[in-house]
């Protein structure tokens, strides 16, 4: 399958503990770089997320980030150190029994440090939560990276088409070309009234016939239409080699233009680069 660079993609987890937010966004980038927004008591996921993002994606510029909301109302263990509340009771009679008032408030021996405190939330359980949350929110983005990855095969392949009509209206035109070019020429040696050795014109026909025939070119772009379509097939992170592909069409059109002896040769030429830069255009969003 053929995978775009440019993707959204959301996951949302809810639990007793509260809530979890992934969004992931990708665009263009020659190479994979990821980058990350997450809240600072989750910082310690980043090395475990860039590994799997690195395991799965080979191109693009990723941001992932997370949201976290905390749930209030979740209720949460206190647990009460016995021991200590009686040393600071103890204490409190003791200075109370020395003729000083203390007034001592239940609520005051609760709050002293130590005296109570609430059983800390399990992370290794929040974090496991959201990394599936994580999983679920990848699984939805390269799946969006593929759908889009096929409407780019889809409108690549009908410019290959485009390309193998224009190359064969070409071919088609060549003998047409060549035999109106001899006319031309002949014609203007009949209006200098020059006479010429029969063999020394055919030979000098031959020649010119050789400089503008593109019969080479023809071959290579139906080869590399050939070629680019191959690739397609194969799928995966080809960004780069139909990339290159470009860049051989380029040189063939090229050549092409270079040697137009017509308007419909120049037509087709013009044609051709056309077809070719709106390739390249959506090969930049390819993986």
């Known amino acids: 399958m053929i995978y775009s ?27 994979l770089e990821t980058y990350f927004r997450l809240p600072e008591q989750f910082r310690s996921l980043e090395p475990v997320l860039r590994e799997r993002f690195r395991k799965r994606l080979q191109r693009g510029k990723v941001e992932c980030a997370l949201r976290f909301t905390a749930n209030d109302s979740a209720v949460t263990k206190l647990n ?21 008032s203390t007034g001592v408030n239940p609520l005051d021996v609760l709050k002293w440090p130590g005296v109570i405190a609430s059983e800390e ?6 974090q496991a939560d959201m990394l599936e949350g994580l999983d679920k929110a990848m699984n939805d983005f390269i799946a969006a990276r593929g759908a889009e ?8 392949e009908q410019r290959l088409d485009a390309i193998e009509v224009e190359a064969e209206k070409v071919a088609q035109r060549m003998p047409e070309i060549l ?4 006319e031309k020429i002949q014609a203007r040696f009949e209006e200098a009234k020059l006479e010429l050795d029969a063999a020394r014109v055919e030979q000098e026909m031959i020649l010119l ?4 025939d593109v019969a080479e070119e023809l071959d290579r772009l139906n080869s590399h239409v050939a070629e680019t379509r191959k690739i397609l097939k194969k799928g995966g992170a080809c960004g780069r080699r139909l ?11 090229n050549t092409l233009g270079s040697k137009s002896i017509s308007t419909e040769i120049t037509q087709s030429a013009v044609e051709l680069k056309v077809l070719i830069e709106q390739m390249r255009e959506q090969i930049q969003n390819i993986e």
């Open 243 to 253: 990339d290159f592909m470009m860049q051989e069409f380029n040189r063939e059109s």
């Open 179 to 182: 035999t109106w070019q001899r």
């Open 209 to 212: 016939a050789q400089k503008v």
């Open 121 to 126: 939330a399990d992370m290794d359980a929040i």
């Open 80 to 100: 009460l150190n016995e021991q200590l509340a009686k040393q600071v009771l103890h204490a409190a009679d003791w200075v109370q029994s020395h003729g000083q």
């Open 5 to 31: 660079m440019t993707a959204f993609a959301r996951s949302e987890v809810k639990k007793e503990w509260g809530t979890a937010v992934w969004e992931i966004r990708s665009v263009n980038q020659r190479y």
């Open 149 to 156: 990855g096929e409407t780019l095969k889809s409108l690549i």
